[in-house]
């Protein structure tokens, strides 16, 4: 794993006592070095960049706040900067078609030692679209969340799980998971995004997408409900 220091500025100090408990995954639909000048130009950061063959770009010290997440949420996490480090891979389609298995591979390796170092849980290994449904659509529904557990830097669900779960609510379901569910339609859609995006339409224009990052009439659709049980069994834990 190829790794290139490149110094950003856009950064702050961790609260005292602040431990790093969560993992946040992003998109961005620029080459590393192109996401380097936006980063520059609206003085935000993230700890590091995945470029699309593969090299990994360090920006940000682990020990330091950097500056990706925004407002956010995630199983009684409030603003995740403080609690996570963030990784920005590059993807010209803004994570709606495949993403390299080189740039996998080097995902794999860092999200690995990140998550051991910090003893991160793997349920709080979530996408920027995950703790910030209204906002964000990134990394995309063509993210291989499941090929990421399997390579131990995730959770992935159980289908026969589900038939343990006595709760059919959909509202309540996404709390237990971790969702922020003041925004329904934003949550279930992020849901779908990480766990069923079969449910849900590739969008091919970026511009768009960024504009319009869920439907804002969406409503989970039921017969996917077994699979939003065996997560909630998974993440409930
Ligand atoms: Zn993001």
Redesign the pocket.
């Known amino acids: 794993m190829k790794i290139i220091r490149e110094f950003l500025p856009y950064f702050d100090e961790r609260p005292i006592g602040a431990k790093v408990k969560a993992l946040?995954l992003?998109?961005?639909a620029h080459s590393a070095r192109g996401m380097i000048e936006v980063l520059r130009e609206r003085e935000l950061s993230s700890h590091y960049i995945i470029d699309l063959d593969g090299t990994v770009f360090k920006l940000v010290s682990e020990k330091k706040r950097a500056w990706?997440?925004g407002q956010s949420k995630w199983r009684g996490m409030n603003m995740l900067n403080q609690y996570s480090v963030?990784i920005?891979i590059s993807s010209l389609s803004l994570g709606q078609t495949e993403y390299a298995s080189a740039q996998l591979e080097s995902l794999i390796k860092l999200s690995r030692q990140i998550i051991r170092h910090y003893q991160i849980p793997m349920v709080n290994v979530v996408a920027?679209s995950d703790i910030?449904p209204t906002r964000?659509p990134?990394?995309g529904l063509a993210f291989p969340w499941q090929y990421l557990a399997q390579k131990g830097a995730g959770a992935w669900y159980d289908l026969s799980d589900a038939a343990k779960v006595t709760e059919n609510d959909v509202m309540t379901l996404l709390q237990i998971i971790g969702y922020d569910v003041i925004d329904l339609a934003a949550a279930s859609y992020a849901f779908c995004r990480h766990f069923i995006p079969q449910a849900i339409t590739v969008d091919n224009d970026v511009n768009h997408l960024v504009e319009n990052v869920y439907p804002t009439d969406f409503v989970f659709p039921p017969e996917y409900l077994p699979i939003l049980k065996a997560v909630a069994y998974k993440y409930g834990k």
Do not use: F, L, R
Request: negative net charge; aromatic residues 0%; hydrophobic residues 25%.
């Open positions: 946040v992003h998109c961005s990706h997440a963030g920005e920027h910030a964000k990134d990394p």
